[in-house]
């Protein structure tokens, strides 16, 4: 079965710098443990993106300072690097209550976006994509936004029409 992806295209000319998006890989929960939520990412990461669970989830347990951009509203973005696949995804979970996703980061936040990248792009390319998506969510109102949307289309729309 071909999964119909919904795709925000930062330059037209260069292929590396679009993300791919499903309808599912947008989820809320009510977890309150790190190790959960991660399970989250990796499961949605599987069904939606095809890497599998095993790879995304050890590969989060090893973030670091490094893979975590937070923006100044609370939102925070994972980057993580994948050998198996060829295109950018991102997930996003918003959470019920707030939570430290690392404790020496002395932020909480309810809402995680997670970009997969492949391992072999260009890391130019890589942090102009974060980059962008970056300057997206850190937009005046936008969490207010993300928060009190219901369907995962119109996520979508916010991130792509910001």
Not at 2 to 29: G, H, M, Q, R, Y
Not at 74 to 99: C, H, M, S, V
Not at 132 to 161: C, F, P, T, Y
Request: charged share 30%.
């Amino acid at each position: 079965m071909v999964k119909n992806f919904l795709e925000i295209n930062f330059d037209n000319k260069n292929t590396e710098l679009k993300l791919l998006i499903s309808k599912k890989s947008f989820a809320d929960t009510s977890e309150k443990i790190t190790k959960e939520l991660l399970k989250k990412i990796a499961e949605i990461s599987e069904k939606e993106y095809g890497i599998s669970f095993k790879d995304c989830y050890s590969n989060l347990l090893k973030v670091s300072q490094k893979d975590l951009i937070i923006i100044e509203n609370g939102i925070l973005l994972i980057n993580q690097t994948f050998e198996k696949i060829t295109d950018n995804f991102l997930t996003l979970l918003r959470l019920a209550q707030p939570i430290y996703l690392k404790k020496e980061l002395l932020v909480k936040t309810d809402i995680i976006f997670t970009i997969l990248t492949p391992k072999n792009m260009k890391t130019s390319n890589k942090l102009q994509l974060l980059s962008k998506v970056s300057r997206i969510l850190n937009h005046n109102n936008i969490k207010k936004k993300i928060i009190g949307i219901k369907k995962a289309e119109d996520v979508l729309a916010i991130l792509m029409n910001t």
